[in-house]
């Protein structure tokens, strides 16, 4: 059974950074596209950026666009998401996904994705 395993998340104040990690294992199929979203108090989960598992094509939400970037390492299983200048409107627990037929158009949909992590908290305070 695929396991999503989200790390990296804390405390920090605005202006500042965190980079998220989710390692996946269990899994025999390689994902089509892995995703990160998150859900922040009284709010729906909601899209941040998402990858292509083979190429170079990345998806971003037009609120971290320029301070937010997502990558991955193919040999460790791993999806990161670097966050700068970060927010207290990014105040949020965020979780990601892997999508194993994730077409485009459903890239920033929760409904596109098959897998999902537990997901780490980040909060954004001075």
């Known amino acids: 059974q695929v396991q999503l395993a989200e790390s990296g998340g804390g405390l920090v104040q605005p202006g500042g950074s965190l980079r998220l990690s989710c390692t996946i294992s269990?899994?025999?199929?390689?994902?089509?596209?892995m995703g990160w979203f998150r859900q922040g108090p009284g709010k729906e989960r909601e899209f941040v950026a998402a990858?292509?598992?083979?190429?170079?094509?990345?998806y971003y939400a037009d609120s971290v666009k320029g301070r937010f970037t997502i990558s991955r390492d193919k040999s460790k299983n791993t999806v990161y998401l670097q966050m700068n200048s970060l927010k207290p409107e990014d105040t949020a627990v965020y979780y990601c996904?892997?999508?194993?037929?994730?077409?485009?158009?459903?890239?920033?949909?929760?409904?596109?994705?098959?897998?999902w992590g537990q997901g780490t908290q980040v909060t954004v305070s001075s």
């Open positions: 269990g899994h025999t199929n390689n994902p089509r596209v």
């Open positions: 990858l292509r598992w083979n190429g170079d094509t990345t």
């Open positions: 996904a892997r999508g194993l037929r994730t077409i485009t158009s459903m890239t920033s949909n929760p409904r596109g994705y098959d897998d």
